[in-house]
């Protein structure tokens, strides 16, 4: 089934501790990216990926890192998270010039 | 930039009759247009896109929408609606060939539907 796998769906965490939001795609696309949901903002990209090795920021970047190591994965790297990263975050794949897939979504609570 | 603005934020419809949720763009360029939905707890699920050709597009679940160039607005519709349809509707765009390849989403609209 072709499927867009973020983990963990549900995490709360204390500021300043590292933590990952893994996502992974089995449909082979190159263009992987990173919103996040808040309420009365809609959905707001943080980074995407063209490509293996390429990264580009996105409208709200501060505060995250990411990686594409691999075409299959795009992690979400939260180096010190603030409680102004509480939110709802989702994975989205897709091919170039198409529609995005999406994760179920992961919610992330920082205290 | 280009931007979406979804003008209701919530609306209320009774079971069976018509829906019609409003979407407007603000682009320069020619947008490829996407509404997607959210049901309570899930992610977001495609129901529709406009790339080229007939302005009106069919989607999944009954849902369909209209390209009006002219108004710069893709409106979602649906003749008759089930209590399923309850969720959290956002029309997207995106610059057709542009390289970023994102959309730029709507605030959403939270659709209730009475019994």
């Known amino acids: 089934e072709a499927q867009v796998t973020q983990n963990p769906r549900y995490l709360i965490t204390v500021t300043g501790k590292k933590l990952t939001v893994t996502c992974s795609q089995n449909?082979?696309?190159?263009?992987m990216s990173w919103y996040r949901q808040d309420p009365g903002l809609g959905l707001r990209q943080i980074y995407y990926?063209?490509?293996?090795?390429?990264?580009d920021k996105g409208d709200v970047p501060e505060g995250y890192k990411v990686s594409r190591k691999e075409k299959r994965n795009f992690p979400l790297i939260l180096e010190s998270p603030s409680p102004n990263q509480t939110s709802l975050y989702f994975c989205?794949?897709?091919?170039?010039?198409?529609?995005?897939?999406f994760g179920e979504g992961s919610r992330l609570t920082v205290l | 930039a280009q931007s979406v603005t979804q003008p209701d934020i919530h609306i209320t419809v009774s079971e069976g009759a018509s829906l019609e949720l409003r979407c407007n763009y603000s682009y320069g360029a020619t947008p490829y247009l996407f509404w997607y939905v959210q049901s309570p707890g899930q992610g977001l699920q495609l129901l529709l896109k406009?790339?080229?050709?007939?302005?009106l597009v069919q989607g999944i679940k009954g849902f369909e929408a209209e390209f009006k160039r002219s108004q710069s607005s893709f409106n979602l519709r649906k003749p008759s609606v089930h209590w399923s349809d309850a969720a959290e509707y956002f029309c997207a765009v995106k610059i057709a060939g542009g390289g970023a390849d994102g959309l730029t989403f709507g605030k959403g609209t939270h659709l209730i539907i009475q019994p």
């Open positions: 406009y790339f080229s050709g007939d302005t």
């Open positions: 449909m082979n696309h190159e263009y």
């Open positions: 989205a794949s897709g091919v170039r010039g198409g529609e995005l897939f």
């Open positions: 990926s063209m490509n293996v090795e390429v990264t």
